[in-house]
């Protein structure tokens, strides 16, 4: 049973335009949420985290939201370029000794000129 | 420059052979993870080890195996038990998560095992 799902497999958007990535999950007990990027035949590199006690969290482009009553995060980022073009993997944890991660399925954005 | 290796990139298995996947870090992480990725799926966990010498079975244990005698080093072993190992495996690390120090995990860039 997948605990966190993203249900949107690609994404194409404009340069310079928004693109919001969603992510949800079914544990109440996650605390800890990431956001990772993939690009082809490379491993995930971390982008942004937020924990349950923001709803909110910045770091230049890219922004991510936290909604725990709907159990639901996106990533925004704004603006968008060729170069954010990639897998986007959401990923949660809950509060033990160590980051026992669970990740979703991947959203491939696709960024156009 | 600290990070994590895993070796080889590609990797070609005969049915019936073990092959071991090799997952180096110099990054002093107590916590070590492998994740296997198929097409259109997400990461799923197969083995993680949070100290040297001791692992644990994450979801998809069945047909590997590992080790941690090194905290440098976790290789992963695919065995002939693996009814479809075909896949990109991932290496992962991380510090120990303190109270008030939420840690990413970070990756290795993977190596795509295909069965000849």
């Known amino acids: 049973d997948q605990q966190v799902k993203q249900n949107s497999p690609s994404l194409s958007v404009q340069e310079g335009r928004i693109s919001i990535l969603n992510c949800d999950y079914t544990?109440?007990?996650?605390?800890?949420f990431l956001w990772y990027k993939k690009y082809p035949a490379e491993g995930p590199t971390f982008l942004i985290s937020?924990?349950?006690?923001?709803d909110k969290n910045e770091d230049g482009r890219f922004t991510v939201f936290l909604n725990k009553s709907a159990k639901h995060l996106s990533l925004h980022i704004v603006p968008s370029q060729p170069g954010d073009s990639a897998v986007y993997f959401c990923?949660?944890?809950?509060?033990?000794?160590?980051?026992?991660?669970?990740f979703g399925s991947g959203t491939k954005l696709n960024v156009k000129p | 420059d600290g990070g994590i290796t895993q070796s080889p990139k590609y990797l070609f298995r005969k049915e019936g052979q073990n092959v071991t996947l090799s997952c180096e870090q110099n990054?002093?992480?107590?916590?070590m993870y492998w994740y296997r990725q198929d097409p259109g799926q997400g990461l799923r966990l197969i083995y993680y080890?949070?100290?040297?010498?001791?692992?644990q079975k994450g979801d998809i244990a069945e047909g590997y195996s590992v080790s941690r005698e090194k905290k440098e080093s976790f290789p992963l072993t695919v065995t002939s038990a693996q009814k479809n190992p075909t896949a990109f495996y991932l290496c992962?690390?991380?510090?120990?998560?303190?109270?008030?120090?939420?840690?990413?995990?970070?990756f290795g860039d993977g190596t795509r095992l295909s069965i000849l």
């Open positions: 990923a949660a944890s809950r509060g033990y000794n160590f980051n026992k991660f669970y």
């Open positions: 080890s949070q100290i040297v010498n001791d692992f």
């Open positions: 990054l002093n992480h107590d916590a």
């Open positions: 937020i924990s349950s006690i923001k």
């Open positions: 992962a690390s991380s510090p120990p998560r303190g109270a008030a120090n939420n840690q990413p995990q970070h």
């Open positions: 544990n109440s007990m996650f605390d800890y």
